[in-house]
C-alpha cells in the first residue's frame, strides 16, 4: 500500500521492511506462548540508535512500557527491541514490572548489550503473568539476520489477532546521502489511538539528534496513528518506536537543517502507511474508509470531525451494508465539538455529491451502492468556513467482529 507524499523526493521501496535500511538485523520465533505461530521477536542495531517514542494514553500503562521509559531516560539510546505476543503483561502489579525487566536483562544478555539499550513490548491478553521459562527459551533462540525471511519472522511473531502482516519502506535523499526507513507493525482490534492495541516499530539509518527525532515523531503520529480508530477503545499496552543508527552516513539532522522537512515527510509517509494498514486489517474488517475534511476553522477541528465520522458505528454499518445513508455522516460531524455552520457544509461519499451548501442532492442509489462495495471507500466534507484539513481511517464493522472479540481469550 503505497502512501502519496507531496515531496517527490520520497519514494516507496516496493518490497521494503524494516531490515531494509542500514545495519539492523531482526528475527521472531515459537516460544510456546502462541499453540503453533512465533511469539517473541527481536530488531537489533549494529550500533547504539538514537530513539524517541510515543505511547499509550491509557491510565493503565503496561509493565512493558515502564521498562522501555525507564531504558530510554538514561541515555537517549537503544539498540534492541524485544517482543512478544498472546500476553500483554498489563495490570500485573510488581511481578510483571519484574517479568518486564528480566525480558530486558535477557535480552541484554543474549545480545551483549547495556541492558538500558534494550526496549520491551508485549501485546495479547491483559491480566495474565508471563510465563517466563518460556519467555526465556525463546530469547535464547532468536538469531537475528538482515534478510526478507528474518524480517518477516519478527512481523509474523509480533501479531495477535491481525490477519495480515504490515510492513512498508520508503526512501529519501537527505543531505546527500539515499536514507531508508522501515517499518513494521501490529494492531486489528482495540484500536483507538491516541495510542491503542497497537505496536509499530520503525528504523531508519538516518544521523537524527535525539530531540529533534521525538519532536518529528510526534508530529508524524498526530497525522497518521492518531487518526485512526477500529472500534473506539484505548488500551494498555501500545506505543511507536523509531531508532536512527546513522549508518547512511548524513550529518545529523535537527529543526535548523535545510533537508529536515524531507526528514519529517518520510517518517509521516512511514506513519501513515503503516497506520492505513492496521486500519483495513481491522477485526473481521472488509473495507478501510479513509475520510478527508477541508474547509475548517483549523486543522485541529478537521482532524476531530475525520475521526468523529469514521469512529461512528452507525458509519461503520452503513459502509459494511453498502447503504449510501449520508444522514449518519451528518450526526457523526453533529456530535463534534468543531465549529459547523450548517448551511455551508458539503458530503460526498466517493464523487457522488450528497449534500451541497447544506442541501440535499438528487444521486443515484445504484451508483452509490455500487461504489461502497469498493474495499476502500472515501469519505469527503468541506465546511466551507476556513483552511484547515484532517484525514483519518477505519474500517467496516461487520458480524465477525463480535465473533472474533466474543472468543477472544479461546
Not at 188 to 207: R, Y
Request: charged share 20%; aromatic share 6%.
Amino acid at each position: 500500500m503505497q502512501t502519496l507524499t507531496e515531496n517527490e523526493a520520497i519514494k516507496f521501496i516496493t518490497g521494503g521492511n524494516i531490515l531494509t535500511p542500514k545495519g539492523f538485523k531482526a528475527d521472531g520465533v515459537h516460544a510456546g506462548l502462541r499453540y503453533s505461530k512465533k511469539d517473541i521477536g527481536v530488531i537489533v542495531s549494529e550500533t547504539p540508535a538514537n530513539c524517541a517514542a510515543v505511547y499509550t494514553t491509557s491510565h493503565f500503562q503496561a509493565a512493558p512500557l515502564i521498562t522501555t521509559k525507564d531504558s530510554i531516560a538514561k541515555e537517549g539510546l537503544l539498540q534492541a527491541v524485544v517482543v512478544n505476543s498472546a500476553c500483554a503483561n498489563a495490570c500485573t502489579g510488581e511481578r510483571g514490572l519484574k517479568d518486564s525487566n528480566k525480558m530486558r536483562e535477557l535480552t541484554a544478555k543474549k545480545f551483549h548489550l547495556k541492558e538500558h539499550y534494550v526496549a520491551v513490548a508485549s501485546t495479547g491478553v491483559i491480566g495474565e503473568f508471563l510465563p517466563m521459562d518460556k519467555i526465556e527459551q525463546g530469547i535464547q533462540l532468536l538469531s537475528p539476520g538482515n534478510d526478507d525471511q528474518h524480517a518477516e519472522a519478527f512481523q509474523t511473531a509480533i501479531l495477535t489477532t491481525d490477519l495480515v502482516q504490515k510492513a512498508c519502506c520508503y526512501s529519501a535523499t537527505i543531505d546527500g546521502k539515499t536514507i531508508y526507513m522501515g517499518g513494521a507493525a501490529k494492531g486489528s482490534g482495540m484500536i483507538h489511538p491516541n495510542m491503542a492495541t497497537m505496536l509499530a516499530f520503525i528504523t531508519t539509518d538516518a544521523a537524527v539528534e535525539s530531540n529533534d527525532l521525538r519532536l518529528a515523531l510526534k508530529e508524524a503520529t498526530n497525522k497518521s496513528f492518531n487518526q485512526i480508530t477500529v472500534d473506539g477503545d484505548t488500551s494498555t499496552n501500545d506505543m511507536v518506536l523509531v531508532m536512527a543508527n546513522g549508518k547512511a552516513g548524513n550529518s545529523p539532522l535537527n529543526q535548523s537543517h535545510p533537508d529536515w522537512p524531507i526528514f519529517v515527510q518520510l517518517l509521516t509517509a512511514t506513519c501513515e502507511n503503516l497506520a492505513k494498514q492496521i486500519a483495513r486489517d481491522g477485526e473481521g474488517a472488509t473495507k478501510l474508509i479513509e475520510v478527508e475534511v477541508s474547509g475548517a476553522e483549523t486543522d485541529e477541528d478537521a482532524n476531530k470531525i475525520a475521526k468523529q465520522i469514521v469512529g461512528s458505528n452507525l458509519v461503520k454499518t452503513a459502509i459494511y451494508g453498502a447503504d449510501a445513508n449520508w444522514g449518519r455522516i451528518i450526526v457523526a460531524v453533529g456530535q463534534s465539538d468543531a465549529k459547523v455552520v450548517p448551511e455551508k457544509i458539503n458530503v460526498s461519499i466517493g464523487n457522488i455529491v450528497m449534500l451541497h451548501n447544506g442541501e440535499p442532492q438528487a444521486f443515484s442509489e445504484e451508483e452509490a451502492t455500487e461504489y461502497l462495495k469498493n474495499e476502500t471507500v472515501k469519505i469527503s466534507v468541506d465546511l466551507q468556513i476556513g483552511n484547515g484539513t484532517g484525514r483519518a481511517w477505519g474500517c467496516d464493522l461487520t458480524y465477525d467482529y463480535v465473533k472474533i472479540n466474543a472468543s477472544y481469550r479461546t
